[in-house]
């Protein structure tokens, strides 16, 4: 891990990538994490790692289109990492996000 002082933005996507509501994984720091738009000017980045047994966690399903789900023991998160359900035991970790001139980006 690096510290703040160190830290740095990592372009990741465009906002014209993403639609309100839709969520794509990306790789910071050797690491998947997923950048879901949840409104217009609101952007979420969370880690794709499930907190229970590491299993990469999927964003929306027809039910809960706003929630993340762990297809190998049914953890749910909702949008903002939270643990909903399953045997999760800790929300899932998340990053600073900021959108620069159409550009989303993620601070490592």
Do not use: M
Not at 60 to 89: I, K, Q, R, S
Request: hydrophobic share 40%; net charge negative.
């Amino acid at each position: 891990q690096t510290s703040s002082a160190g830290a740095e933005w990592q372009e990741v996507a465009t906002s014209d990538e993403l639609l309100v509501g839709q969520g794509k994984i990306v790789t910071l720091a050797n690491q998947p994490v997923y950048v879901v738009r949840l409104q217009e000017n609101e952007y979420k980045a969370l880690s794709a790692i499930c907190t229970h047994l590491g299993c990469i966690v999927k964003w929306g399903l027809p039910e809960h289109p706003d929630h993340f789900f762990c297809p190998c023991h049914a953890a749910v998160f909702d949008t903002f990492g939270n643990v909903l359900a399953g045997p999760a035991p800790r929300p899932l970790p998340s990053f600073q996000v900021k959108v620069s001139e159409g550009k989303v980006l993620l601070k490592t």
